[in-house]
Structure formats: structure tokens, C-alpha cells
């Protein structure tokens, strides 16, 4: 799950992790009094959205004034920013930071991850602060220090010692750091965060150590144990057709063709996808409906796929295991019939009683093509929709 | 001839009370798997279809039916401790179901297995079959033929997909084994290629995998300078877009890394047969047997 950025500096300041001074606000009238409040002669203006980048599409700016900081903050609040990470439809900003100014001496990376190499925790650092870290991995890899982390021990001041050397931190600014990089390790086992990035992590010219700014994922896998953290998800960053897929523990992912897709597995569904633009369409969704799909589940798996309006044609791409092919035929009879769909339906089933499945659908009178095998369904669908 | 499982694997069900442990256990018994018992901690002492004994702790059931395989259907939440359970009771082959273990679990999980003589596979895994000798997972088992085909995969019913191509061809298949869809599994592509090389039942291999880390990297350089039996691979997810999690937590292309173009590359110059349609696995096998 991804957070903001003002919902992951509250969690760094819980573990004592520096950041800096900030006041959240979503009207343009608050903005002065925000910018007074946080003190600096210098605030910084910045709008939340999840996607990173903000910098380019003008969603951060300086002010030097609490008037100043109040236009800005008018500007950014309720406009479509479009970032290198948003795609051309861009995101509304509903909320903006005001944080202080401060001066800079050195700009840093630090990001925690899983590293599935290793299956350890990995900490990444980087003196090339600031800049995107995909890009420093190919450009100048040998600028990136990694040390994976022992989960017995966690990070000691000895490991967090050797990266602030290799970063070439030096008299007070070291002492701070070794506590950060402790408490920043500290949040992000705490807290499960699949991704914690801090980048830029500032050395300020008083020798500060904080994290300027902070980009925390958080493994959905645990969120049975957040219960806190899961107010801080945003709907309105969601695709709405997603949104409403999760609450039916559909996996839907929206995508830009034109035929959709009903399939039980993940790999499947994937495979589905590649067959489809193998036989020369598009695909407009992944659906993975699992192995416990009942009918209920499969009429919500047609209306999400319905409420596309790029909709064409729907291809149901089903090897029964545990999900027997009986119960999905009667679940895609019933959902056909009752959203009273007109689009053409390519069936491909196999597996677990798939002979009553196909007399299911021949009974039913409605007019489902039947793929015999994956290729078979996907070059008729793909033809259906010519 | 087949690797990890067969007629002489004592198998254990944790979580055997639960409705999917009891059904999918059950269903082994059918296929031939010789089910020695189960544990749920706190019903020890009770027997559940027919004769099987309920331990409240693995040791426990280790010591009573010199269990050497256990099969884990317990809710994420507690499923790592299940799968440590199982390791310090010794237990040799540890096959995890569960779906959706937090990957901060499994990350000690894994620094405590490298330490025991255990081996995990999955979690998040349909689990392994020797056709014709042993069930230990979900998987239909009406599909599978007896034969000389070894197939590794990250995903659940792409696997079906292809055991059920292979066996309408006439193919049968030696082992299946499912490594499961996590960032973080116990078992990789490189653990099972160097049991089938190993396993002389094992005529080609068959390997499917899709988006994200790059395991399948690993396994194509691995299988260059290790393996000699043909190779079949797919990667599921050509057409993902990137930094989306496709279903499975490990499918997600991350900096542009872990794409199946890429992998299919490096795959293809390491000599592994790389199809591009998941229509094509049966019929690109039967050549390259």
C-alpha cells in the first residue's frame, strides 16, 4: 500500500527518525498562517500526491513569505499535476505540505528494501542524493553502497557506521546519522514497509541529518497488523474500477485495450494477457478471480469488467482445480442473464468437471463462443470484436 | 524416477482441521500420499478422517509417526511460525501453501532455515506431485500422467495450464514442483534444476516464470553451465505494465527491472527453448523429447 508523504514523515517521527518541521494543509487559506507557524524565512511549498517527480510538474515551490507561500499553496491545491510518474492524466492535489527552508550542505539517497537476490533486507546509499536511483544504478553503479542486514541483529552502529564512512559523513553530522540509519531500519521492520526511500537525506550547513523527503510502501501482506496504518490509504490515488474490485478480494488491473478478462490463477491471467496480444488484440484488464470463485464473485468480475467503457468483448479463461468448472458456468449463465450482456463472450474452460460446465453454457440458450483451448478462445475473441 | 516427494514421503498436515487443510488432505490420501497425521495446536489427541491423528506440536508428531514432510495450510498470520515449528522438529521437506505470509516474516524465516537441514518450498505455492506415486498441494490431480517430464513454476494454474497440454499430448511428467509467487520463497528455480538434472526420470524440463526479481536470470546461467537435459521456458507477463503488482506479491516490474522481454533474452542466449505463446509448452516439449 502506498502512503503520502506527510503520512510517512508522522511515521519516522515516531521512531525518532528527523524531518523536518511541517504543517499539512488543504485550503489556500491556511497556507499563511501554516508558513508562520513552521518559522522559516524560507518555507517550502509541496503538494501529496503518490506519485514522485512532483518537483518537475511545478507541485513544489519556495516561498519567501506567507503571502508568497499562500499563492503557491492556491496554485498547487485542486490543479492536475502531471509528473514523469503520473502519465498524462495527471492527479488532483487535495493537500499540501508547508515545511521549512533550511540550508543544504550535502544531499544524500538511503532507501530499504527487500532484496529478493539476497532475501534479506538490503540498505541502499548513495552520495548522488536527489536524483532518481535507477538512474544512478546505470549510469555510475559503483556510486551505490549496499549492505543487506542480518535479521538476527538488525542494524548495529557498527553497519551504520560503515555506510556513513562510505558516504563520507563526517564530524557532527556523523554522530547524528548513526542513530537515523538505526531508526530508520528500526521503522521499517516495525512498521512492515516493503520500500522505505529517503531521498533527498540533507546534511544541513548546522550539521542537521533529516529527511527531507520520504517515500514509504507498506506490504499488503501485513496489513492485518496496521490496522492504524490502513486510514492513511487514499482512494481517490486508486483506479476507481480497482477500488471496487478489492472489496470483493477481486484482483483487477485496469489496462488500456479492449478485451476483457476473467481468469482464475495470477500466472494465467498474466499468460492470458500475452495470448491475446499474441493473437493480435488488446487486453483491457488482469482479473485473477482465485480458486474460490463463487457466482457471487464472478457477476462482480463482469460488472468490474462491464464498467470499462473500451469493453468489446470478454474472454473467460478458466482451468478448474479447486474452482470447479460447473459453478463457473452457472455463475457466468446467471451474470450474462442478469446484466443482460450483449458484448460477444469467448468461454475457454478445462480441468474439474468440465464436461457439465460446457452443457451448462449449451442449455442456457445464450450465445457464448467456446474456445477449445487458449489459443482457440483468444484468436476468437480477438476475431469477435472485428 | 521423480525428486522431493514420492510413495515413501510420511506426510503431516499443518492446520489439518481447518476446512482447506481437511479437504486438500484428504485428497492427497486419494491420489496415494501416505498421510501420517496432522497438527493443530490445542486438538492434539482427536482423529480426523478415519484413522489420522491430531498433534498439538510438531515434535510431537514427528515422534509419534516419523512424519519426514509436512504440508501448511495455516493463515498467514501465523504461518511462518508454522514453518519454524516444522524446521526445529526436524522435518525435511516443508511445502507451504498459505498465500500472503508479510514478507518481513519469511525474511527470517529464511535466515533460520539456511541453518537446519529443512527445506522449504513455497509459501504461496500449489505444491509438488510425483505423478502416479504422491500428492502434496492443491493441484487437480486428474491432469497429471506419470512420465518423464520435470516442470518448475512460479505460478498455480499456468502450471495446470501446461500439465494439461503435456498429458493431451500423451506426456507424462515426472515431478511438478509449484515454487510459489512471493518476493521471498525457500525453494528456487536453481534448487529444483539441480534435482531433475540430478534425477534420472527426468528426461526435459520444463520451466515457467513470469515478471519481476530475477530468479529466472539466475536459473538460465545456472542451467548454461549445469544442466545437459533440454530445457522448455516461459515467462507470464509480457505484456504487464511496470511497477504494478500482477496478482502474485513477487510479479511486479520494478526500475525496469525483472521485465519478460528481458528474462526471455537472457534465457534464450543461456539455451533454454523459450516460447513465446503459453499455447506452444506441449507441443515444444513433445519436440525437444
Given at each position: 500500500?502506498?502512503?503520502?508523504?506527510?503520512?510517512?514523515?508522522?511515521?519516522?517521527?515516531k521512531?525518532?527518525?528527523?524531518?523536518?518541521?511541517?504543517?499539512?494543509?488543504?485550503?489556500?487559506?491556511e497556507?499563511?498562517k501554516a508558513?508562520?507557524?513552521?518559522g522559516t524565512?524560507v518555507?517550502?511549498?509541496?503538494?501529496q500526491?503518490h506519485?514522485g517527480?512532483r518537483?518537475?510538474g511545478?507541485?513544489?515551490?519556495?516561498?519567501?513569505?506567507p503571502q508568497?507561500a499562500e499563492?503557491?499553496?492556491g496554485?498547487?491545491?485542486?490543479?492536475t499535476?502531471?509528473?514523469?510518474?503520473?502519465?498524462?492524466?495527471g492527479r488532483?492535489?487535495?493537500?499540501?505540505?508547508i515545511?521549512?527552508?533550511?540550508?543544504?550542505?550535502?544531499?544524500l539517497?538511503?532507501?530499504i528494501?527487500v532484496?529478493?537476490e539476497?532475501?534479506?533486507?538490503?540498505i541502499?546509499a548513495s552520495?548522488a542524493g536527489g536524483m532518481?536511483i535507477?538512474?544512478?544504478?546505470a549510469?555510475?553503479?559503483?556510486?551505490?553502497?549496499?549492505?543487506?542486514?542480518?535479521?538476527v541483529i538488525?542494524v548495529?552502529p557498527?553497519l551504520a557506521r560503515?555506510?556513513?564512512?562510505?558516504?563520507?559523513i563526517e564530524?557532527?553530522?556523523?554522530?547524528a546519522?548513526i542513530?537515523?540509519?538505526?531508526?530508520?531500519?528500526?521503522?521499517?521492520?516495525?512498521?512492515?514497509?516493503?520500500m522505505l526511500?529517503?531521498?533527498p537525506?540533507?546534511i544541513?550547513s548546522?550539521?542537521?541529518v533529516?529527511?527531507l523527503?520520504?517515500k514509504v510502501d507498506?506490504?499488503?501482506?501485513?496489513m492485518f497488523r496496521?490496522k492504524?496504518t490502513l486510514?492513511c490509504r487514499d482512494l481517490?490515488?486508486?483506479d476507481p474500477?480497482?477500488?471496487e474490485?478489492?472489496?470483493?478480494h477481486?484482483?483487477?488491473?485496469?489496462l488500456?485495450?479492449n478485451?476483457?478478462?476473467?481468469v482464475?490463477?495470477?500466472?494465467?491471467?498474466?499468460?492470458?494477457m500475452?495470448?491475446?496480444?499474441?493473437?493480435?488484440g488488446?487486453?483491457?484488464?488482469f482479473?485473477?478471480?482465485g480458486?474460490?470463485a463463487d457466482e457471487?464473485?464472478?457477476?462482480?468480475g463482469?460488472r468490474?469488467?462491464?464498467s470499462?467503457?473500451?469493453?468489446?468483448?470478454?474472454f473467460i479463461n478458466?482451468?478448474g482445480?479447486?474452482l470447479?468448472?460447473?459453478?463457473l458456468?452457472?455463475?457466468?449463465v446467471?451474470a450474462?442473464?442478469?446484466?443482460?450482456i450483449?458484448?460477444?463472450i469467448v468461454?475457454?474452460m478445462?480441468?474439474?468437471n468440465?464436461e457439465?460446465?460446457?452443457q451448462i453454457?449449451?442449455?442456457?440458450g445464450?450465445?457464448?463462443?467456446?474456445g477449445s483451448g487458449m489459443?482457440?478462445?483468444?484468436?476468437k475473441?480477438?476475431k469477435?470484436?472485428? | 524416477?521423480?525428486?522431493?516427494?514420492d510413495?515413501k514421503t510420511?506426510l503431516?498436515t499443518?492446520?489439518?482441521?481447518?476446512?482447506?487443510g481437511m479437504?486438500?488432505?484428504?485428497q492427497?490420501?486419494?491420489?496415494?500420499t501416505r498421510?501420517?497425521?496432522?497438527v493443530?495446536?490445542?486438538?492434539?489427541?482427536?482423529?480426523?478422517?478415519g484413522?489420522?491423528?491430531?498433534?498439538n506440536?510438531?515434535?510431537?508428531?514427528?515422534?509419534?509417526?516419523k512424519?519426514?514432510?509436512?504440508m501448511i495450510?495455516?493463515?498467514?498470520?501465523?504461518?511462518?511460525?508454522a514453518?519454524?515449528?516444522a524446521?526445529?522438529?526436524g522435518?525435511?521437506l516443508i511445502?507451504?501453501?498459505t498465500?500472503?505470509?508479510?514478507?518481513?516474516?519469511?525474511v527470517?524465516?529464511?535466515?533460520?532455515l539456511?541453518?537446519?537441514?529443512s527445506?522449504?518450498v513455497g509459501?504461496?505455492?500449489p505444491g509438488v506431485?510425483?505423478p502416479g506415486k504422491a500428492?502434496?498441494?492443491?493441484?487437480?490431480?486428474?491432469i497429471h500422467k506419470?512420465?518423464?517430464v520435470?516442470i518448475i513454476?512460479?505460478s498455480?494454474?499456468?502450471?495446470?495450464?501446461t500439465?494439461g497440454?503435456?498429458?493431451a499430448?500423451g506426456?507424462g511428467?515426472s515431478?511438478c514442483?509449484?515454487?510459489g509467487g512471493?518476493p521471498?520463497?525457500g525453494?528456487?528455480?536453481?534448487?529444483?534444476?539441480?534435482?531433475?538434472q540430478?534425477?534420472?526420470g527426468?528426461k526435459?524440463?520444463?520451466m515457467i516464470?513470469?515478471?519481476?526479481?530475477?530468479?529466472?536470470d539466475?536459473?538460465?546461467?545456472y542451467i548454461?553451465?549445469?544442466?545437459?537435459?533440454?530445457?522448455?521456458?516461459?515467462?507470464?507477463?509480457?505484456?504487464?505494465?511496470p511497477?504494478?503488482?500482477?496478482?502474485h506479491a513477487g510479479?511486479?516490474?520494478?526500475g525496469g527491472q525483472?521485465?519478460a522481454?528481458?528474462?526471455?533474452?537472457?534465457?534464450?542466449r543461456c539455451g533454454?527453448?523459450?516460447?513465446?505463446?503459453?499455447?506452444d509448452?506441449?507441443?515444444?516439449?513433445?519436440?525437444?523429447?
Amino acid at each position: 500500500m502506498k502512503i503520502h508523504e506527510y503520512q510517512a514523515k508522522e511515521i519516522l517521527r515516531k521512531y525518532n527518525v528527523a524531518v523536518p518541521n511541517g504543517v499539512l494543509i488543504s485550503k489556500k487559506s491556511e497556507a499563511a498562517k501554516a508558513a508562520r507557524k513552521v518559522g522559516t524565512s524560507v518555507v517550502v511549498v509541496k503538494a501529496q500526491i503518490h506519485a514522485g517527480g512532483r518537483g518537475k510538474g511545478g507541485g513544489v515551490k519556495l516561498a519567501k513569505s506567507p503571502q508568497e507561500a499562500e499563492k503557491h499553496a492556491g496554485n498547487i491545491l485542486g490543479m492536475t499535476l502531471v509528473t514523469p510518474q503520473t502519465g498524462p492524466e495527471g492527479r488532483l492535489v487535495k493537500k499540501v505540505l508547508i515545511e521549512e527552508g533550511m540550508s543544504i550542505a550535502k544531499e544524500l539517497y538511503m532507501g530499504i528494501l527487500v532484496d529478493r537476490e539476497t532475501s534479506q533486507v538490503l540498505i541502499m546509499a548513495s552520495e548522488a542524493g536527489g536524483m532518481e536511483i535507477e538512474e544512478v544504478a546505470a549510469d555510475t553503479p559503483e556510486r551505490i553502497i549496499k549492505e543487506t542486514v542480518d535479521p538476527v541483529i538488525g542494524v548495529q552502529p557498527f553497519l551504520a557506521r560503515k555506510i556513513a564512512f562510505a558516504l563520507n559523513i563526517e564530524g557532527a553530522a556523523l554522530k547524528a546519522v548513526i542513530p537515523f540509519i538505526i531508526n530508520l531500519y528500526d521503522a521499517f521492520i516495525k512498521e512492515d514497509c516493503s520500500m522505505l526511500e529517503i531521498n533527498p537525506l540533507v546534511i544541513t550547513s548546522d550539521d542537521r541529518v533529516l529527511a527531507l523527503d520520504a517515500k514509504v510502501d507498506i506490504d499488503d501482506n501485513a496489513m492485518f497488523r496496521h490496522k492504524d496504518t490502513l486510514a492513511c490509504r487514499d482512494l481517490d490515488e486508486e483506479d476507481p474500477l480497482e477500488v471496487e474490485a478489492s472489496k470483493f478480494h477481486l484482483n483487477y488491473i485496469k489496462l488500456d485495450g479492449n478485451i476483457g478478462c476473467m481468469v482464475n490463477g495470477a500466472g494465467l491471467a498474466m499468460a492470458t494477457m500475452d495470448i491475446i496480444k499474441l493473437s493480435g488484440g488488446e487486453p483491457a484488464n488482469f482479473l485473477d478471480v482465485g480458486g474460490g470463485a463463487d457466482e457471487e464473485m464472478i457477476e462482480n468480475g463482469f460488472r468490474i469488467i462491464l464498467s470499462d467503457p473500451s469493453v468489446k468483448g470478454i474472454f473467460i479463461n478458466i482451468f478448474g482445480g479447486i474452482l470447479r468448472c460447473d459453478i463457473l458456468a452457472r455463475g457466468v449463465v446467471a451474470a450474462t442473464k442478469k446484466l443482460k450482456i450483449k458484448i460477444p463472450i469467448v468461454v475457454r474452460m478445462e480441468g474439474t468437471n468440465m464436461e457439465e460446465g460446457h452443457q451448462i453454457l449449451k442449455d442456457s440458450g445464450l450465445n457464448f463462443a467456446i474456445g477449445s483451448g487458449m489459443k482457440d478462445g483468444a484468436q476468437k475473441v480477438v476475431k469477435a470484436i472485428k | 524416477m521423480s525428486i522431493l516427494v514420492d510413495e515413501k514421503t510420511r506426510l503431516i498436515t499443518q492446520g489439518i482441521t481447518g476446512r482447506e487443510g481437511m479437504f486438500h488432505t484428504e485428497q492427497s490420501m486419494k491420489y496415494g500420499t501416505r498421510v501420517v497425521g496432522g497438527v493443530t495446536p490445542g486438538k492434539g489427541g482427536q482423529k480426523v478422517l478415519g484413522n489420522i491423528p491430531v498433534f498439538n506440536t510438531v515434535r510431537d508428531a514427528v515422534a509419534k509417526t516419523k512424519a519426514n514432510a509436512t504440508m501448511i495450510f495455516v493463515p498467514p498470520p501465523f504461518a511462518s511460525d508454522a514453518i519454524l515449528e516444522a524446521a526445529d522438529a526436524g522435518i525435511e521437506l516443508i511445502i507451504c501453501i498459505t498465500e500472503g505470509i508479510p514478507v518481513s516474516d519469511m525474511v527470517d524465516v529464511y535466515k533460520y532455515l539456511k541453518g537446519t537441514n529443512s527445506r522449504l518450498v513455497g509459501p504461496n505455492c500449489p505444491g509438488v506431485i510425483s505423478p502416479g506415486k504422491a500428492k502434496i498441494g492443491i493441484m487437480p490431480a486428474h491432469i497429471h500422467k506419470k512420465g518423464n517430464v520435470g516442470i518448475i513454476s512460479r505460478s498455480g494454474t499456468l502450471t495446470y495450464e501446461t500439465v494439461g497440454q503435456l498429458t493431451a499430448l500423451g506426456i507424462g511428467q515426472s515431478t511438478c514442483v509449484g515454487i510459489g509467487g512471493d518476493p521471498i520463497i525457500g525453494t528456487r528455480f536453481i534448487d529444483v534444476l539441480a534435482l531433475f538434472q540430478k534425477d534420472r526420470g527426468t528426461k526435459a524440463i520444463c520451466m515457467i516464470g513470469e515478471i519481476g526479481g530475477s530468479a529466472e536470470d539466475e536459473a538460465a546461467y545456472y542451467i548454461k553451465k549445469h544442466v545437459t537435459k533440454p530445457v522448455i521456458g516461459f515467462i507470464a507477463g509480457q505484456t504487464a505494465p511496470p511497477g504494478r503488482r500482477m496478482g502474485h506479491a513477487g510479479a511486479i516490474i520494478s526500475g525496469g527491472q525483472g521485465t519478460a522481454e528481458e528474462k526471455m533474452k537472457v534465457m534464450k542466449r543461456c539455451g533454454i527453448k523459450v516460447v513465446k505463446s503459453p499455447a506452444d509448452l506441449g507441443k515444444t516439449l513433445q519436440k525437444a523429447l
